[in-house]
């Protein structure tokens, strides 16, 4: 059992059990915590796989700013314990085992079809900045340019959203 | 036993290097607020702390004990787990941050493990350090939040809401930087500095001036610091997110703070004023003696000063340390080889004291700003200048390359 | 081959000629409600007008340029698959011939209508659908492939609809204008059978690759016919439609209805003469099937006898007019029955000169009466309105063939090519000499009916007065084209070249330029024949109405012929009425009340209901909608992955099958 | 080195959770924190394919993903907060007024 694969599963391990919590949790603070958990571990894998860009932009613009707003909102709303109500049957009794079969079928995939994939290369060989802003700048340019527009359009829409009518 | 250790060098150094990293900044953190108090004091034309041993400089110690041993009262009604996960969550990251930064050039081996001043020395040092800074916000939010009291919700509240801002800018303002250097290496950044090898000319803050001011600005108020510091505005919300703690987890958040000063104040050095490198060029070698002859009038002074003070205790503390001083500085003067190893050290902690004497001193002098302006200031002035800043760099390196 | 091409600036735009007319339609169109009649007249006029200047370049070019076939394919229409039709554009001798007629008499017409026209109602809009008109007809003779030319064929036909219906509030002109369209329909029906057939054969619609492989195709037999046979045949049928020839003419009679320049344009000069254009534009088709040749000549000449002895005895002047352009038309195609499309093309151009001038010096008529169009309501207008009597006569000589005047020359020469051609020639001769003694008869009579004899009309009623310059000056303009109109072909007379058919002979071949002394000295004897048939239809006529006349009760034969054979009884009788009778009781009660109209209403009652049933399922609870898209995705999955894993589910390791 | 599956595998199990917690929990911003979740295995699966496959595309992607979820929370949280304000509650269950 090499580093890499231990460091893989206790990564793994703190990444399921941050899911895990989130479901469990009560309060939405400790959900955003822990799903704050999750992301810090899938950095680390990116880190792992040597994704270092990626990872470091997972932290600081999911880590740092999207829960943080999440965290901002909870507190701001006073959020309290969330009521565990059953209002829809179908969600109650069919929801669960449903949705573990949806992730049964997509587990079972992956492990059919992903054999065929090789091992990731070394880590950090692969991509550095450089290669992944030229890739951003040059091939997927629309698509960076349309989601700058879609930002735009975001923060408008915030903008009108928050604001109180008078 | 020497094998054992060659065997497990790549375990052994690095921890080694925490510990004394740690032990240092905790000691630079404690005289910090000696410091800070004393410099403010005489801005203010006081005496500052002048009873706990010779011009106060064993006051640290007291508040340290005084911390340990005071009582830890709970408020009622606060979230207990995140009421103690804020503290040691705020305390670890600024701790974190520390072990990216490169504090000087040399790399030695000890045990048959190469090694160099810095605990980590990643290839992106710089993102991991704004990942870090980012992830702070959420002690500051939650231990206002935790507390289960209004002025410290509101001052959670703030917090966050300033960090998020503030950090766009601060992300931006090192762009210039970055796109001069072309890495996000500490190290690298400084070295590209040093290329020139004409000394002061060649450090980014000529070309990066806006830069540097809107980094600055920015950090100070990462930091929550003076004139940024909304979240514990004791004029407004008593004393913001901490209003609730005491004793050491209050400590905690205390040493925090000044340890993200001190980051700051290593990034600013690093970012725009060169890092380790000596201000002058690289052929007046004669400048390496520098810190020795810097030495020798210094320890003078304190034998001076140590020989005319009224406590005994001080009439023998103060003249030992001077001519503890004064040998050092001959030992220097003896064997110039070693001056060479201490150049970076030397050049770089004296940038970073530097900065932190700016940071005390703004506190000394400047007023608060009010939530509203600070939110105006960073959104409508401070980004569109950096970003302009980012553009402008990016329009001259195209025209001119690089230098 | 495109040779300095700098020199040409019209030819290698050739779009501008029929561009000009439609912007001035569209200008008219649109703005041209709220303007004066001067505007109007101005954007009309000078559309028509720069387009009949660049057609000239565009000639003078062509000539320039050694005469060679020009062809440009401007941009590309529709492509689908291996069929391509493209806006493309020639211009080759015929082409010139009908774009200088087209242009030159549209002109001249257009002038004539802004004097016609002035007091009338929807002044713009008349001058707009003219325009328009203008457009559709360039776009037929220009264009390079069927497609295009079926887009003109059918503009036409729309232009020449609306037009007739002009006066859309009576009743009759309304009708008459549907009635022109429905029975283009028919024709138009076949032209298309025509054009796919062509492309199974051909592959192409392209004139250049059809003509280029028929002219080297194998004769198949498609039924008993071969392929060209039928092909040729439903282009002819679409070509009696558009050209109102046997069993299709109907309509051109009632298309009277229409303003009068409207009739001398569309229904004398230009559109009406497409069919023609049609059948000599596509000799190489025709030449290649005797039969359909044969077919083409036989209707012509029937048509031409038919049209004229329906013709003899009609009261309304324009009818007359109407049933001898359905005769003449039945000339050309006779020409280009037997092979003489030359001839066609000419007799073509002459007529649309004198035609157009009878129908014009007609309306002119009309408007000194008043609105009258009875014969029997007019007598004695020569001495009254001089320049209109002296152009009818022009234009009455030119029609019934005296020498020197156009039409002389031109139905002499089909006439010639008729008594030349091998089968049964002679008969087509004798029937067309037979049209041309009738032709010459109802003409005289019309002409003495109208200016000769004492005034059947009340003085205090309707004040005879001659019409403006802008109607006399194309009159005269006209007359005198009818006049020199046919001198191309003036020194085959005297055993010299015949222009015309040289001119035209690049593009037919020298299919009619049967020389020689023998067909020389034949010739002029029959030109003489021909004169002298038109004397005797002269002299009849002279006896018959220059004295006092009474219009007489009609009986017999003379009834038959006034009510046109019955024909139009018998299309209602045996066509129109069942086909009433079906579209009212099948396809509105049963087809469309029943199965549309219920199928519609079922579609939304259902969906009505299903909608009531399923909506319940709209809790609005987010959650039960969550686990609604996750059944989705259930299924989805299921569907994407089944064929994965059909093969023993569990086997599927991490590892996966390698 | 790891094997791309477990990569895989971790990211289905965490989309499953993700799906699972979308269904079962009942506050509107815990909602959105599931969708985030669901994200963030994608995203992982993203980078494993892209390293296992040596095309730095899947990395793109990721950025891609990430801003879009900033500008999702954005607006969605933007959303919550007027939600709130007007129904007086966060419980998704009682924000049912759209429905037939």
Redesign the interface.
Known sequence: MTAPLIIFFVLAALAIFGAVSLILQRHPIYSALSLIVVMVALAGLYLLMGAEFVAAVQIIVYGGAIMVLFVFVIMLLNAGLEERTNFSGLATYAGIPLALAVSGFIAAAIARSGGYLPAPAPSGALTSTKTLSMLLFTEFVYPFELTSFLILVAILGAIVLAQREN | MNEFLTHYAFLIVPIIKIAILVLLVLTVDAYLTWLERKVIAHIQSRWGPYRVGPHGLLQPLADGVKFIFKEDPMPAGVDKIAYFLAPFLTLMLALTSLAVIPFGPQRFTIWGYETHLGIADVNISLLVLFAITALAVYGVALAGWASNNKYSLLGGLRSSAQMISYELTLTLSVVGVLLLAGDFSLRSIVEQQAQSGKGLVSWNIFPQIIGFLCFFTAAIAETNRVPFDLPEAESELVAGFHTEYASMKFAMFFIAEYTSMITVSCLCTILFFGGWLSPFPVSWTFTQFLPSVLLIPFGLWVLYDGIRYETIFGRLLLPGVGTALLALGGALLAYPAINGYIQGPFWFFAKVFVFLFVYIWMRGTLPRFRYDQLMSFGWKFLLPVSIANVVLTAAAILIWGKH | MPIHEHLRPILEYLWIIPLLPLLGSAVNGLLGAKWPNKTVNAVALGSTGLSFACALEAVREFMAGGQAPFRKEFFDWIIAGNFRAGFDLQLDQLTVVMVLVVTGVGFLIHIYATGYMAHEGGYYRFFSYLNLFMFFMLILVLAANFVLLFVGWEGVGLCSYLLIGFYFLKKSAADAGKKAFIVNRIGDFGFMLGMFLLFRAFGSLDFQTVFAKAATWQPDTVGQFGTLTIACLLLFMGATGKSAQLPLYVWLPDAMEGPTPVSALIHAATMVTAGVYVVARSHVLFTHSPSAMYVVAIVGCATAIFAATIGLVQSDIKKVLAYSTVSQLGYMFLACGVGAFGAGIFHLMTHSFFKALLFLAAGSVIHAMGGEQDMWHMGGLASKIKVTFWCMLFGTIAITGFIPFAGFFSKDAILFAAYQSENSGKAFYAVGLLAAILTSFYMFRLVWLTFGGEKRYDEHHVHVHESPGSMTVPLMILALLSLVGGWFAAPALWGGPNYFAEFLSPVFGNAELVGGEAAHSLELTLSIVAVLAAGIGLIVAWRMYSSKVVRGTSTGLHKILYNKYYVDELYQATIVGPLVWLSRNVFWKVVDVGMIDGSVNGIAHGTEAVGDTV??A???????Y???V??G??VI??I??WP??RPAFFV??????? | MVPTNYYLILSAILFGLGIVAFVFKRNIITLFMAIELMLNAVNLAFVAFSQSLGKPDGEVFVLFVIVVAAAEAAVGLGIVILTARNRHSLNVERVDLLKL
């Open positions: 909506r319940h709209q809790s609005g609870n987010v959650r039960s969550a686990v609604w996750i059944i995705a259930i999955l299921a994407i992955f994965l894993w599927a390791t991490s590892g996966g099958v390698r």
